[in-house]
DNA sequence: TTTCAATTTAGAATTATTCTAAATCTTGAC
DNA sequence: GTCAAGATTTAGAATAATTCTAAATTGAAA
């Protein structure tokens, strides 16, 4: 039976992060842990003053690193939104962000289930898909 | 008959930007017209560097202003890839934007016709879709 | 236990973007 | 034609985001 102590499951991220090279250490660890607890798709920035709560010692370079790691292996993607700071999200299933362009909020949605047609020879690895708009509640507010 | 001096269309400049309260500047027009003349996906400082050969006087700020200008009154695109800085887009059909990891090259790609299905209340303005992957020259060498 | 490569650290440095105050420009009113 | 007002540009300075660096640390394999 599994200790208590490993979550969500450390031997699935050990597993994905080795299968790019990579271990999984105690900040990496900490770095997943931030981008799953709030899922508010937040920048390295914040992802740094979120860790640095449980792990004070952590460097900003060392979050970079991490962050880095984990979308290099699968368990995290970037999400970039106008020219502001790059952001994170922990959510791997196939999604879109709907950005509101009114609360600045970032939302997952999901897609539809649709080939993309790419030129000839071309091929696909992943889809960044943002779509910007207003959300539910501030539609309601104007 | 419209001035051979006058490109694309300067009529059609000004009413976008009017839509939006903007006014076409010569500084405006220029970076324009170097978005429109290489269309390679270029960013903020290249388009400075660029704009820079005819127009020496142009400054740093301005051309973000610019840049600004011209997506807020739809004549032009961000184009956000990773953690660099942002580029634009002039093509102002609904296109979807495939990056090469191994050339860095960003090509512009149609996308099917496909309504999004967004959550109740959501309204959407428009959709920055972004391909990952490798293109056919790239694709080829390996 | 030792070695070695990966990783972290703490800044420094670079890149990307924004801000500022003064100057300039353009348009509309008179 | 002049003037006023607001938009815009300018030339840096400043800030934000990210990367780099060299030394130290860590962990796994030998």
């Given at each position: 039976m599994k200790p208590r102590s490993q979550q969500p499951d450390d031997q699935h991220l050990t597993e994905q992060l080795g299968a790019t090279g990579l271990r999984l250490t105690p900040q990496r660890q900490q770095v997943y842990d931030v981008l799953r607890h709030?899922?508010?798709?937040?920048?390295a920035e914040e992802v740094f003053i979120r860790a640095k709560k449980s792990m004070?010692?952590?460097s900003h370079a060392t979050v970079y690193n991490c962050l880095d790691a984990l979308v290099k292996s699968g368990l995290a993607r970037q999400v970039t939104l106008d020219r502001g700071a790059t952001r994170y999200c922990p959510?791997?299933?196939e999604h879109g962000h709907f950005h509101c362009d009114v609360c600045a909020t970032v939302f997952d949605v999901d897609l539809p289930e649709q080939a993309m047609k790419l030129p000839k020879g071309f091929k696909a690895d992943h889809f960044d898909i943002a779509i910007h708009g207003v959300c539910a509640d501030c539609a309601k507010k104007k």
């Open positions: 709030k899922r508010d798709h937040p920048t004070p010692e952590i959510n791997m299933h």
